[in-house]
Nanobody, 123 residues
Framework: VQLQASGGGLVQAGGSLRLSCAAS????????VGWFRQAPGKEREFVAA????????YYADSVKGRFAINRDNAKNTVYLQMSSLKPDDAAVYYC?????????????????WGQGTLVTVSS
């Protein structure tokens, strides 16, 4: 599976962006998908994730109520709608996919990673 993240850009604080994670391959619907982010000088952190069927979602406390993750398995795409963005949300955002069961919020559980898309939030 190859993942392509897109949709990043520059936005003012309080604004919105929608990130997309497009996957190649026919097995996308059998994989959980997560979004992680990494800001300069900081460790990669979990942001949100969605189960392979799309019926269960997970969010970091820092984005709960502001971000929404959903997926369209027919289009092999997962979306991250980000609203009420804050300067602290600025980072490179990565999407990742995993097949094996296990923690959906832990980056080491993920087998496939996209290249990242940069989100910049101006204050």
């Amino acid at each position: 599976v190859q993942l392509q993240a897109s949709g990043g850009g520059l936005v003012q604080a309080g604004g919105s962006l929608r990130l997309s994670c497009a996957a190649s391959g026919r097995t996308f619907s059998s994989k959980d998908v997560g979004w992680f982010r990494q800001a300069p000088g900081k460790e990669r952190e979990f942001v949100a994730a969605i189960s392979r069927s799309g019926d269960v979602t997970y969010y970091a406390d820092s984005v709960k109520g502001r971000f929404a993750i959903n997926r369209d398995n027919a289009k092999n795409t997962v979306y991250l709608q980000m609203s009420s963005l804050k300067p602290d949300d600025a980072a490179v955002y990565y999407c990742a996919a995993k097949t094996i069961l296990g923690s959906i919020t832990t980056s080491i559980e993920y087998d496939y990673w996209g290249q990242g898309t940069l989100v910049t939030v101006s204050s």
